[in-house]
């Protein structure tokens, strides 16, 4: 009894975690889909969500909750955007490669002028339950994970519905499935991809802000970005779906590995994972994309 | 100048240049940072034939380099055998992890690629640290030797110095005439275009297997002598920072130059030591520096070099042609 109380524990902590991975996976896929690119300071937007919602918004001016996450969406909205035009626009007709390689660059440019910018010690977020959980039967689970499980699934058929019905949404899709018939349609590809980009920062964004209490706010949380991408591979890159999927997995595989395996090597499990998946399923779990897209 | 004639000269002047070098530099810590360069010269070619050559982004140099470290380390330590079979055993065996790593993640593009290679040089770390029976755990390993001749030993700074430069030295032909060959010419056609390589006759993942081998035995031989010159390693050096840092090198001496590659690895093991004031900036604008090359420079060094000779050639000819109409 006991045993499956823990093992129910887990599988909560599990995929409150991955459902986050999931959220920055869906950052990954709609970059993708839309440019073709991956954008590999994605972990890297997590980290800063998390330092601007924890360090400044929070801990320095004692913002609310709803407040510190709304304008920390705000902030990384913008900072998507901005973004985009330093490492995407003027490399839009350059080799993938080179989008690449300065994504990795902005990359280490935020890991290490965040270390100037809030410390080199972990900043420590409260959030708004602390280390408070749900007792029922000897299981007891943070109310953080379920909140963040709430937010996540809100988060969704906001998504969805915004992605179904909006003007907004359906060239975004557009632009995903056809840039070029898209501009034929008279849509202004390059608007709508500085948008897509700004909603992948604030999905990242979020996860940062939902992530602070539970890990604390350093640059590791920007490994989160590797968790995302095996995700993506796992779940199947391109897939909407398959990416919340993906990062379910992985949350779960992570969070059992470290109690059952061993905590140290938890991460090296994940990427054998993710290396196993590449080998012998690379289109991933739904299988719909082809390999050949990448 | 053109194509393999520059890269020639260029080697002969960049070789010619860091064996002035050693005299020159007057102080002990710089006299080892030049060292350091020249072991992250031998390195770097390694990573020039799988990323400047056949253009695939390899982001676990770090995993490598550890794993190739500590063959030479423990072979020379534990098994107590000598240095050179010690070195030829290190480069055979990060080769082999370029096989054993090339073929699953090989038939996979772009992306996968990379961030596979990244899970590989994590993972590679994560055992180095924690694998503690066999690497020593966080403690590293000690009193690792030195290469000798017979009797002769490189304990003096400056031998061994000269030493790795001979070594980077003949490995440079080597990959100058790698280059040159059909080879060379198929890595190309893959990193240009792959589909393009497939359709003529290149087996692009055969290639892609066989650059990844090749980087595996330059980085051993790299590797192997890193742990000799510092005669102690421990695992927190092989970082991702540390792969990207080698992708930076050929990076700002231009994708597929090979002195290009050279004097980035030369560049890159210096300037963090002369920016050393900067601190915690450093890393900040390093990022930035990167950044700034890929979208303004993104041919390098090699690649500005080239620009200019092409426009005086240019330039002179239009003048001849003018003076032959008067």
């Known amino acids: ?294 | 100048m053109r194509g393999s004639k520059l890269r020639n000269v260029s080697l002969v002047v960049i070789f010619a240049l860091l064996a002035c070098a050693e005299p020159l530099i007057a102080s002990r810590f710089y006299k080892f940072v030049l060292a350091l360069a020249v072991i992250n010269v031998i390195m770097v070619m390694g990573l020039h034939i799988i990323f400047g050559l056949t253009g695939q982004i390899f982001m676990g140099m770090a995993g490598f380099w550890g794993i190739g470290s500590y063959i030479l380390a423990l072979i020379t330590t534990r098994l107590g055998l000598g240095f050179w079979p010690a070195l030829l055993l290190s480069s055979l065996g990060v080769g082999l992890m370029g096989l054993v790593l090339g073929i699953p993640t090989l038939r996979l593009k772009g992306y996968y690629l990379s961030i596979t290679t990244i899970g590989f040089g994590e993972i590679t770390r994560f055992i180095l640290m924690n694998w503690s029976p066999v690497t020593g755990g966080v403690f590293g390993v000690f009193n690792i030797p030195r290469p000798n001749f017979g009797s002769f030993v490189f304990t003096n700074d400056a031998h061994f110095y000269y030493f790795s430069l001979v070594l980077a030295a003949i490995l440079a032909v080597i990959a100058s005439i790698l280059e040159d060959s059909k080879y060379g010419t198929a890595f190309k056609g893959v990193r240009d275009d792959e589909l393009a390589a497939d359709a003529i006759g290149i087996d692009s993942t055969g290639i892609k297997v066989m650059a990844f081998i090749t980087c595996g035995l330059f980085v051993g031989i790299g590797a192997g002598l890193y742990s000799s010159l510092l005669t102690y390693i421990s695992p927190e050096v092989f970082t991702l920072e540390e792969s990207f840092r080698f992708v930076t090198m050929v990076l700002i001496g231009g994708i597929g130059s090979l002195p290009g590659a050279i004097v980035g690895a030369v560049l890159l093991t210096f300037l963090p030591e002369m920016l050393r004031f900067l601190q915690s900036w450093y890393l900040a604008i390093y990022g930035l520096i990167v950044l700034g090359i890929v979208i303004y420079q993104p041919a390098g060094i090699m690649g500005a070099l080239q620009g200019y000779l092409d426009r005086r050639m240019i330039a002179a000819r239009r003048e001849g042609k003018e003076y032959g109409a008067s």
């Open chain 1, 1 to 294: 009894m006991a045993e499956l109380a823990i093992v129910l524990q887990q599988i909560v902590a599990g995929l409150a975690l991955g459902s986050i991975y999931g959220l920055v996976a869906l950052g990954y896929n709609f970059i993708f889909n839309a440019v073709g690119i991956v954008n590999l300071a994605q972990g890297d937007f997590v980290m800063l969500g998390g330092y601007i919602y924890g360090g400044t918004l929070t801990l320095l001016l004692g913002l609310p909750f709803l407040p510190a996450l709304i304008l920390t969406a705000v902030a990384m909205a913008i900072f998507g955007i901005v973004s985009q035009r330093i490492v995407y626009y003027p490399l839009r007709d350059a080799h993938p490669r080179m989008v690449m390689l300065s994504t990795i660059a902005l990359g280490i440019f935020l890991k290490n002028i965040s270390l100037i910018a809030w410390g080199t010690y972990p900043v420590s977020v409260p959030g708004l339950f602390g280390q408070r959980g749900l007792r029922i039967a000897g299981v007891s689970i943070l109310y953080q994970y379920i909140f963040i499980l709430v937010c996540v699934i809100i988060l969704l058929a906001v998504q969805q519905f915004f992605f179904r019905k909006t003007t907004l949404g359906k060239s975004m899709r557009a632009v995903a499935q056809d840039r070029l018939a898209a501009m034929l349609m008279g849509i202004d590809a390059y608007k709508v991809i500085a948008i897509t980009f700004a909603y992948s920062s604030t999905l990242a964004a979020i996860g940062g802000v939902l992530l602070a209490p539970v890990f604390m706010v350093s640059q590791v949380l920007a490994n989160v970005g590797l968790k995302g991408f095996a995700a993506c591979v796992i779940g199947g890159w391109g897939d909407i779906t398959g990416a919340v999927i993906g990062g379910l997995v992985v949350g779960l595989v992570e969070v059992f590995s470290a109690s059952y395996i061993s905590s140290v090597y938890k991460d090296a499990i994940v990427f054998a994972i993710l290396i196993g998946f590449l080998i012998f399923r690379p289109q991933g779990i739904l299988g719909r994309a082809t390999e050949e897209s990448l």
